[in-house]
């Protein structure tokens, strides 16, 4: 543990002691709350993964920043008041770091920013919906999410449900392959994609137990060799959504937002806000509960990891 780096974020007293005492740590993010779903249907989801890490065996750390500070483990009322906020809460990826501390404004985390700061608190494992990437048409609009990149560099490992399916999954994968970045199969041969356990693209691995992921994490940061690592672990049975009609559902949210002109950061929480529409609210219990998925499973990963490590 670099201590000088953990002093950079403020870290709750469950959190400090956790770590402190070697005790298996999940790092959550906040943009799902303030920018995933509406209150307060993000502020239960909130709770619940929290309480779900803590059945597995591991304390939950939600991340963000509050008045300009790195927070890692946030209290109820926090919480609440992010759930609460929503959309008013600046949705922070790794270049709007400096702006938000200097400015010490509020900051609810993606999967860049939470990696960033997980690692700068000593959190090896992190449980998300599902990890952005090569948008559809992004060969001319160079649209890619800097969740990639922070792939390549941030010693975190990502449990989630995959690549979310507004993406080019097939080049989402190129592109971790060329930046290093192994992406694992929880039980599964196959790569989920957000809302369905398919996608008809393969995995670099499976891995079928707790124990086996965590020690090819070990492996890599052991062996120097820096970056996370993708443990795409598929969506309940129960819960899947149609592939092919996921299909239609989301060329119909691009056509939309073609229309409207929107781009850039705006993109996924629009058409993630339409999928929810054109699937009359069936997206968004799907989405909560392969979150809940995620925090279960990253929660056994995490104590396995902190028994090897």
């Known amino acids: 543990m670099n201590r000088l780096k953990q002093l950079k974020v403020q870290l709750s007293e469950e959190v400090q002691n956790a770590l402190a005492n070697g005790k298996p740590v999940v790092a959550l993010e906040s943009t799902i709350i303030s920018h995933g779903m509406p209150y307060p249907q993000n502020f239960e989801m909130a709770l619940a993964v929290e309480e779900k890490v803590r059945q597995n065996g591991a304390v939950p750390a939600t991340i963000a920043i509050i008045d300009g500070v790195l927070r890692a483990g946030l209290s ?60 559809r048409g992004a060969e001319t609009t160079m649209d890619i999410s800097a969740d990639l990149e922070e792939l390549a560099q941030t010693n975190v490992a990502v449990i989630c449900a995959g690549a979310k399916s507004i993406l080019d999954i097939g080049l989402t994968l190129e592109y971790l392959e060329t930046k290093g970045v192994p992406v694992l199969g929880y039980q599964t041969s196959e790569l989920p994609a957000f809302y369905t356990r398919e996608s008809g ?53 691009l056509q939309e937002m073609k229309v409207q002109g929107i781009k850039g950061k705006d993109s996924t929480p629009f058409l993630l806000g339409k999928v929810k529409e054109l699937t009359a609210g069936k997206s968004l219990e799907t989405n909560i509960q392969l979150v809940l998925n995620n925090a279960k499973v990253a929660a056994q990963i995490a104590v396995a990891y902190a028994q090897q490590v």
């Open 76 to 135: 109820r009322n926090e919480i609440e008041s992010f759930a609460k906020k929503g959309m008013q809460v600046t949705k922070v990826s790794r270049r709007d770091i400096p702006v938000i501390v200097a400015q010490k404004k509020d900051g609810a985390t993606t999967v860049a920013s939470t990696m960033i700061i997980a690692e700068l608190a000593g959190i090896s494992i992190f449980a998300t919906g599902g990890i952005g990437g090569v948008h």
């Open 201 to 253: 693209f393969r995995v670099d691995a499976q891995v079928d137990t707790p124990e086996q992921t965590a020690a090819i994490l070990k492996s890599k940061w052991e062996l120097g060799l820096r970056g996370g690592v993708i443990i795409a672990n598929p969506v309940p049975e129960a819960y899947s959504l149609d592939f092919q009609q996921m299909d239609q559902v989301i060329q119909n949210a």
